[in-house]
């Protein structure tokens, strides 16, 4: 399938070290905030999310970190896998009346086998 | 989570012409996305669908432009009108899910990949 990462900062990583995908949001007010991750021909699919009242939120290979000072959000994968190369996209909520899921610009993950 | 299908999945297109893009869910729904991806971009909102009213426009975005049905709880469409070269892009069907620690998680169909030549 054609990449939707053409124009996507890239991050390459040696399969089996860590990786760490680093998102600014622009809300301050946003509560909730996920990750996705979109493989090639296909739509993106959750990995993890994190509400405002947490710093740290920890999955099966995944952690998310977030820090409202500097409205920033990071995601760490343990051990990157070949399996793990897609666009990874962060996305804020702001749940106040409407509530707007709103995504970043997204970063190219190309593991090195 | 729900199980998003998608029709066309690809299609090239003609400048000047329109296509319609069908969203099937596998349960009912309250609220329905439609998202653009242009190449290399992120995703942004076109419009919310909800069943028996008008679908929500987001900035930009304009009901002549991409008019939008929603005849039940299950399915939805997308027209893109008068289609230019700009309008090359992958147009993503989504709905609110229950999945972890909030309902705006969203779950994404695979995508219309269209071309406009």
């Known amino acids: 399938g054609e990449s939707v990462g053409l124009h996507l900062p890239t991050l390459s990583v040696q399969e089996g070290d860590n990786s760490i995908i680093n998102c600014a949001y622009s809300n301050s007010a946003s509560d909730y905030f996920i990750w996705y991750k979109q493989e090639s021909g296909k739509g993106p699919q959750f990995i993890i999310d994190?509400?405002?009242?947490?710093d740290k939120r920890q999955g099966q290979r995944v952690t998310v970190l977030l820090n409202k000072t500097v409205k920033h959000l990071s995601l760490q994968i343990a051990a990157t896998q070949p399996g793990d190369s897609a666009v990874y996209f962060c996305a804020e909520v702001y749940s106040g009346g409407y509530q707007k899921v709103t995504f970043g610009t997204g970063t190219k993950l190309q593991v090195i086998p | 989570s729900a199980v998003i299908s998608q029709k066309p999945s690809r299609d090239i297109c003609q400048r000047g012409t329109s296509l319609t893009i069908q969203c099937q869910v596998d349960s009912q729904v309250t609220m329905m996305f439609w998202y653009r991806q242009q190449p290399g971009q992120s995703l942004t909102l076109i419009a919310t669908?909800?069943?028996?009213?008008?679908?929500?426009?987001e900035s930009g975005f304009v009901i002549d432009k991409f008019p939008i049905s929603r005849p039940n709880l299950t399915f939805s469409t997308l027209t893109v009108s008068n289609m230019s070269p700009e309008d090359s892009s992958i147009y993503l069907c989504?709905?609110?899910?229950?999945?972890?620690?909030?309902?705006?998680?969203?779950?994404f169909g695979a995508g219309s990949r269209l071309t406009v030549l």
């Open positions: 669908a909800n069943q028996g009213s008008e679908a929500t426009y």
């Open positions: 994190i509400r405002s009242n947490m």
């Open positions: 989504s709905v609110a899910g229950g999945q972890s620690l909030g309902a705006n998680v969203l779950t």
